[in-house]
């Protein structure tokens, strides 16, 4: 079904997980936010299929983690050149690359470095350089993950990135969350929580050649608006998609999310 495949690369003395689902003549890559610290896509290849079912139609559709053994310290751009490593070893010569949130960082620095792995670019909610809003975020997720507060992370991130309407259906199930999903150890996920924070591709944004299209809500609570419109202005020839109302989830949010991929990936 959906010809879903978890998969594992070896990168040096490390590894990085994938999954690939999909049949199309084209490659689709998507790059995950910093939850990935948390969570890595292992295993999960066909709740991703059914979840981008029609992406699935169209794209060969691949899904990378970061390394599973991250340094103290490691940026998105080390991020980008092992993620071009990881295409070339998968054969992907080229490809649309949507990047969402922390995803989005790393695709910007793929798209300015390796400019030859990327097609199309879709930056999603995500940020250049940063500023006041994703600082305050990332600080009291870093102060949580030292504490081993799952649950008061899990939870600030909701709170953060849904609109009202959805939390009136999260709340409820609130109480449920506690160690189920809990991570033996932060380590990974306050590397990259470092890495959202000192990211900064702005001197090299006008590098970008390929046609890009960023897509923004303008209620972002963790990115903000402004990151996803300063950002536009910033490529070339880049357009903007500002989500009225809704906020950093939207891909989850918007029901014509994979339409907008779609629409864009299928662009002359």
Not at 92 to 103: D, P, T, Y
Not at 207 to 229: F, H, K, M, N, Y
Not at 238 to 265: K, N
Request: charged share 25%; net charge positive.
């Amino acid at each position: 079904m959906f010809n879903a495949y978890n998969g594992g690369l070896c990168l040096g003395d490390d590894t990085m997980d994938y999954v690939r689902f999909g049949s199309g003549d084209r490659a689709l890559v998507i790059l995950p936010g910093v939850g990935d610290g948390l969570k890595t896509v292992k295993g999960a290849a066909l709740p991703f299929a059914l979840m981008y079912r029609k992406l699935a139609r169209e794209y060969t559709v691949y899904l990378f983690s970061r390394r599973n053994r991250l340094p103290e310290t490691y940026s998105t751009r080390e991020m980008a050149d092992d993620l071009a490593r990881a295409m070339a070893l998968l054969g992907i010569r080229s490809a649309f690359v949507v990047g969402i949130s922390q995803g989005g960082m790393i695709a910007q620095w793929l798209a300015i470095d390796h400019p030859e792995r990327v097609e199309r670019l879709m930056p999603v909610v995500t940020i250049a350089r940063p500023n006041d809003t994703i600082r305050a975020a990332i600080a009291l997720w870093t102060e949580q993950a030292r504490r081993g507060d799952y649950k008061g992370l899990m939870l600030d991130f909701a709170e953060r990135a849904y609109t009202p309407a959805r939390l009136r259906l999260m709340r409820p199930m609130y109480a449920l969350l506690g160690n189920v999903g809990k991570p033996k150890s932060f380590r990974r996920f306050l590397t990259q929580a470092e890495a959202c924070v000192t990211h900064d591709a702005w001197e090299r944004l006008p590098e970008i050649t390929c046609p890009t299209l960023v897509i923004g809500g303008t209620d972002d609570r963790i990115a903000s608006g402004e990151a996803s419109r300063s950002l536009a202005a910033r490529i070339p020839g880049a357009r903007l998609v500002m989500l009225e109302g809704l906020g950093h989830g939207l891909y989850e949010e918007d029901p014509q999310f994979q339409e907008r991929v779609l629409e864009f990936g299928g662009e002359k």
